[in-house]
């Protein structure tokens, strides 16, 4: 196959998520380090065994080693980074979420060209378990989908020791909250297992910041939102009901539950002991009998190698990557719809 040559840039948390995967892959040539910090980029470096190292990006665009670049920093300024590249002749795996709203991906795919674009909001496409599910869905064994149903919550805790990053509930630096967070994750996991064929058509939302008792919770001045409920309806009468929230007053709970004429299936995304994903066959001699169609432990490192080394086989194999800047659209699009939604109060027609 050979190696695909990738630059980072951004070596912070998620940054280094990256290098450790792409310095692992056996078609990946990590070639170059660029972050703004000098001693982070020095340190990313030397841990990976880098050769070249930039603390501005600019100059890392320049490196005519670089195939592919990985933008891993906040969304703020990764679009503009992405068409330079693109303008460059490099390929993009640009984190999550794609960008800051549907208008910024757009011009990305009128600047693509023949390079490969790919979004991590795919993480958890990876994961055994999905590809599980997606064949079920594929064979038909549910019937018409009538309900798509997520809710994940995390329950309020004690006070952290530390707030979050700033950018991280902050609308002008991040694009927004939880929802592009953690709902880029789940849209995404939701579209790719019905086959990326449903149609959003209507949105009407809610969402909320956190609660003023708890705003010692998050970093000063964060103004996005940690919770939020939304009843997203497709063509053909599909409706995905969706809720997500943090620091929320209830308790945690995770179910992801697709719900068809003939059967349903109930899952889990994120990697957890003993997983099960379940499928509710239905008879008329017995009703509903539930099985299970997946059941094991994830390895975990799985929902970060997995964009990484899919987005440098997409390069070397001229192909789509699992996660492409139209699907990206897609998501960003319910995201976009979201957030007006709950800003006017109506519901809002997709296009």
Excluded at 91 to 117: C, S, W, Y
Excluded at 122 to 146: H, K, M, W
Aim: hydrophobic share 40%; proline share 4%.
């Amino acid at each position: 196959m050979g190696k695909a040559r990738l630059g980072v840039i951004g070596c912070g948390v998620i940054g280094q998520y990256h290098l450790k995967m792409a310095h692992r892959a056996d078609h990946v040539e990590l070639v170059a380090v660029a972050d703004g910090v000098e001693e982070r980029a020095r340190k990313a470096g030397e841990e990976f065994d880098v050769p070249s190292v930039y603390t501005d990006a600019e100059a890392l665009l320049n490196d005519d080693r670089v195939d592919g670049v990985v933008l891993a920093f906040p969304t703020t300024g990764r679009t503009e980074l992405a068409l330079r590249a693109l303008a460059m002749g490099k390929h993009v795996l640009t984190e999550k979420p794609v960008a800051m709203n549907a208008q910024e991906v757009q011009r990305m795919i009128a600047a693509r060209g023949d390079r490969v674009v790919a979004c991590c909001s795919s993480r958890y496409q990876f994961l055994p378990s999905t590809q599980a599910a997606i064949e079920l869905v594929a064979s038909g064994a549910l019937g018409d989908l009538r309900v798509i149903h997520c809710r994940a919550l995390s329950a309020l805790g004690k006070p952290p020791d530390k707030p979050p990053p700033p950018w991280r509930l902050n609308r002008s630096m991040n694009g927004g909250g939880i929802l592009v967070n953690w709902g880029c994750y789940d849209l995404d996991y939701l579209l790719a297992i019905t086959g990326w064929s449903l149609r959003p058509k209507t949105v009407l939302a809610r969402a909320w910041p956190i609660s003023a008792d708890f705003e010692s919770y998050v970093a000063p001045g964060s103004d996005a939102e940690t919770h939020f409920a939304a009843l997203i309806v497709c063509e053909g009468g599909t409706a995905i009901h969706y809720e997500r929230g943090e620091y929320v007053a209830a308790r945690t709970e995770a179910a992801w539950h697709i719900v068809g004429t003939k059967g349903s299936l109930r899952l889990h995304m994120t990697t957890i002991e003993d997983k099960r994903i379940i499928h509710e066959d239905t008879s008329k001699q017995e009703g509903v009998v539930a099985r299970t169609i997946w059941q094991g432990q994830e390895d975990g490192d799985a929902v970060h190698a997995g964009p990484v080394e899919d987005f440098a086989a997409a390069i070397l194999e001229h192909r789509e990557p699992k996660t492409s800047l139209e699907k990206a659209l897609i998501v960003q699009k319910i995201t976009d719809a979201i957030y007006a939604s709950s800003a006017t109060g109506r519901a809002v027609e997709m296009a």
